[in-house]
Each structure stands twice: as structure tokens, then as C-alpha cells.
RNA sequence: GUGACCGUAGUUCAAUGGUAGAGCCCUGGAUUGUGGUUCCAGUCGUUGCGGGUUCGAGCCCCGUCGGUCACCCCA
């Protein structure tokens, strides 16, 4: 038997019913703030996501399906949304045509991580993107949609953090100031963060181990340390949070594991997930944009993720729909006859099907119930004689003699 | 990548080192043209794979593959 390689998933019918609730909560909130859908490669050069995202994140350095193309170009598959819609933008000159531009998108992300709950190697993010504003109401508009997206598909436990990691001024200054703390502290740091101290001190404030945490409570804090203009940005954040009774946590410690970030970050966050806590995240990223080639285009967006939101769920019922019409035979002419209404049926947009074996009622019943029809339509002897179907309602069980030419009426 | 636990029928799970079983599902019947409840009958296995120990291995040992959970990090 050939397996599918770890990580991956089929969705069966079973799941869909929950996935598309998910999936179209989220797209009717989108269309409720205006935004329009993106579509974008699952593939891109690996430069996309190396310089985009950072090459010292934990995602590029240990994280991609990565792999050549027949010309020798190295090619990775998406291990996130934002940084080739951020190439799409660009490449497409489109910030010459909008002064701000509001994207959504959705589809498999892949990254080669360990499975376990809730983490897989493809799964699946929507996510949107605010182009070609400063202004600290997009930070709100794209915190809104999320908790709006939350509310809607019926999540009710969880809690949005909330933190300014500063712009590339104040950052580098308060990063300064950590790196020299921590340097005092360097003997009493766990071994992760004694790396961490050179590549990317912002983490040292994530780690879990319990000598780190302890220092963490005396080091330098963020928000003591954003420029007059970051403060000013996050208090306006937090201004039109409460204004729309959005609640959310304020976190100095979150810091999120892609470089791109500047200002506003968020996370939102449920104890329902095991190890995994995070359902949706994102933040501001002014200079992105510029990165990639464009002229200077701040942005702010997020991604959440699906198999996430469907786990969180996974005990609301969502209820699925059967088919309109089942037909009912005993062989011979009395299915001639079913096939042909059954086609006439399905022309005119009534789901319908049948079991064209020729079997007892009772096992044509059974597969009525289970394919959950609203009517079962009974071709027999009798009802070919006369020209009158049997149409039995399976909600209510009445039935009554309706002409082969009027059913598509009767169910109207 | 590191670690822990687990792999038995389609599925959920049993089986002191001694003949591989049950519930559900599925198929048929009781009801020769009426489903969902009930009763009866039937189908279902290289015990993940490979080796070893043993008179004898689903069970013990080694390896391997797969799964789950956790760490790291994140959706």
C-alpha cells in the first residue's frame, strides 16, 4: 500500500461539512469589510520567502520544502501567505493604482516540521493584507475581521495578545539595550538563548525555560522604550480596540517568529489546541514592501489557520445537506423509467440519485436514509401502470401520487 | 531535529507466552412494495514490516516503518 508522506491530510466528506462553515464564515466577514480575493502561487523562488521572511527565523532555516527546478533555480513551497502576496503586489505594480488596497486570500501553506496536534506539513491559512497606510485603524480593521471571523464561526474561549515591537529606530535601540542586559546575564542563559543572544535577541524574552523567564522579569520592556510616534501608533490601536469593545491582553513578551514585523503585533490565542495555542496571527510590516522592490508601502495583515479553527470546533455539530430526491425501483422498466426522471431531475437543479441494482426496498430505503434524502420517489410496477409516482416525504413520512411530469412542480 | 507512548477486522477496542475475539459498520432475512427501533444470520485478519529468543510469540528482545503527544517554533 502507497501512504501519504507525514503531516498530510485527506479531508473526507465527513470533516467538509465543518471545513466549508469555516471557510465561508471567513469569506463573508472579508466581504463585510471589503476586502477582495487574492490568488497567488503555492510555489515561489526561495529568495521570496528567504529575504522576506528572514533568513535567521526558524521557519527559513530549518523549515522549507525547498527544491530545484529543472534549470538548476531553487524553488520553495509556501510556508506562509504574506511574503508572496507582498511579491504579487509588487510585481504587479499595483500600488500605483489604489492608495490602499485590501487583500484576502486562502490555500495550503507547507512547512517540514514534526506533526503532532493541530501542526501539520501542509495545512491550510486564510489571511489578509492591508497595502498603503500608516494609519493605526488598519491595525484595528485587521484585529476587527479576525475577531469578528472568531465570533462567527463560534469560538468563544480565547484571548487576543496584543504588543508594539517598535519601528526600525526604536527597535534597534531598545535591541541594544536587551542585548546588554542579557550579556550581563550570559552564564545564567539557557543554551538556546545563549544563541539567540546573536541572532535574534527579541526571542530571548519567548523562551519557556524557567532561568530565562526568571531574568526576563527585569530586563528591558518594549513599550518603555518605542519613539513618540510607535507610542502614539499603539495607544491608537488600543483606542479603537476598546471603541468596538474588542477585547484584547496586552503582552510585551510576544514576539512573533518572522522578522518582518514592525509596530503592531497580535496572536490570537485558545487553551483548546494542546501545544499548539495560537489560531491566528499578524502584525504590521512598514517595510516589507521596500524590500521586495517597491516604493516604500507600509502594510499590516494576518493569517489563521484552518485545521486550527476546524479542531477548536470539532464538537459543534454542523449540520450537512442530503440529497433533495432519491428514487426507488424494482428493475426492469420501472428503472427505464426512474433513470429518466432522475435525469429530467437532476436538469432542473434538483439534487437526486439512485441505486440502480436491482434490490429489495428495504436496502433502497436504508440508502435513502443514509444519503439523508428529503424525498423518496418510488417507481414500481403499480406506479408505471397508473403514471403516478409515489412521492414520500422522509421528513414527515406522508405520501401521495404525483404524475412522472409534475414532481419538479410538486417540489416547488 | 530531540524525547515519550502506541501499532490486532472497514472502525473502536479485547486476548497469563498456549486454538486471534467482541461492539459498531456493512450484507441478507424476520416484514414476497416502505428506512430510522428490535431480533436472527452472514462477510471481515499475512496481529505494520523484518529478524531474534522459545517446544510455542499478538504478547519478550533488536531493528525498521507508521501514528500520537510533547519540546523547539508557529497557523
Not at 475577531?147 to 462567527?152: C, H
Not at 526604536?170 to 546575564?185: A, P, V, W
Not at 424525498?375 to 408505471?384: H, N
Not at 412521492?391 to 404525483?402: D, I, M
Request: hydrophobic content about 35%; aromatic content about 12%.
Amino acid at each position: 500500500m502507497i501512504l501519504k508522506p507525514p503531516g498530510i491530510e485527506d479531508i473526507f466528506p465527513d470533516r467538509i461539512n465543518r471545513w466549508n462553515f469555516v471557510l465561508n464564515s471567513a469569506i463573508d466577514t472579508f466581504r463585510t469589510y471589503n476586502y477582495r480575493e487574492l490568488i497567488v502561487p503555492i510555489m515561489e523562488f526561495t529568495d521570496v520567502f528567504a529575504r522576506g521572511i528572514g533568513t535567521d527565523t526558524d521557519i527559513v532555516s530549518k523549515e522549507m520544502f525547498t527544491f530545484e527546478d529543472r534549470g538548476g533555480r531553487s524553488l520553495t513551497l509556501r510556508p506562509e501567505g504574506t511574503a508572496g502576496v507582498v511579491r504579487a503586489y509588487v510585481e504587479n505594480g499595483e500600488y500605483n493604482r489604489l492608495s490602499v488596497c485590501k487583500f484576502f486570500y486562502n490555500g495550503p501553506m507547507f512547512r517540514a516540521e514534526k506533526p503532532q496536534k493541530g501542526r501539520l506539513r501542509q495545512f491550510n491559512q486564510f489571511g489578509a493584507e492591508i497595502f498603503g497606510s500608516t494609519d493605526p485603524y488598519y491595525d484595528y480593521e485587521i484585529i476587527s475581521v479576525v475577531d469578528e471571523i472568531t465570533r462567527r464561526v463560534g469560538i468563544d474561549s480565547y484571548t487576543i495578545l496584543l504588543n508594539s515591537i517598535g519601528c526600525r529606530e526604536c527597535r534597534s535601540e531598545y535591541m541594544t539595550g536587551l542585548k546588554e542586559y542579557y550579556t550581563s546575564k550570559q552564564s545564567q542563559l539557557c543554551a538556546d538563548c545563549q544563541r539567540r543572544l546573536n541572532t535574534n535577541p527579541l526571542r530571548l524574552l519567548d523562551c519557556k525555560n524557567e532561568g530565562c523567564v526568571a531574568l526576563r522579569s527585569s530586563a528591558p520592556v518594549i513599550s518603555d522604550h518605542l519613539c513618540g510616534e510607535c507610542r502614539d501608533h499603539f495607544a491608537k490601536v488600543k483606542e479603537y480596540l476598546d471603541l468596538s469593545g474588542v477585547k484584547y491582553q496586552e503582552d510585551p513578551y510576544l514576539v512573533r517568529g518572522l522578522d518582518y514585523y514592525t509596530k503592531t503585533t497580535f496572536e490570537f490565542v485558545t487553551d483548546k489546541l494542546g501545544g499548539q495555542n495560537a489560531f491566528a496571527g499578524g502584525g504590521r510590516y512598514d517595510y516589507l514592501v521596500e524590500q521586495f522592490g517597491g516604493k516604500p508601502t507600509p502594510g499590516v495583515g494576518f493569517a489563521a489557520g484552518m485545521e486550527r479553527i476546524n479542531l477548536i470546533i470539532e464538537d459543534k455539530e454542523i449540520q450537512g445537506n442530503g440529497v433533495d430526491l432519491f428514487f426507488i425501483h424494482t428493475g426492469g422498466d420501472t428503472l427505464t423509467m426512474s433513470l429518466k426522471l432522475l435525469h429530467e431531475m437532476r436538469k432542473q437543479g434538483f439534487s437526486s440519485d439512485i441505486d440502480p441494482e436491482v434490490k429489495g426496498f428495504k436496502s433502497q430505503f436504508k440508502r435513502a436514509e443514509r444519503e439523508k434524502a428529503g424525498y423518496v420517489i418510488i417507481i414500481g410496477e403499480d406506479e408505471l401502470a397508473s403514471g403516478l409516482a409515489t412521492v414520500k416525504s422522509q421528513k414527515t413520512g406522508t405520501q401521495e401520487k404525483v404524475p412522472f411530469d409534475g414532481i419538479a412542480d410538486f417540489m416547488k
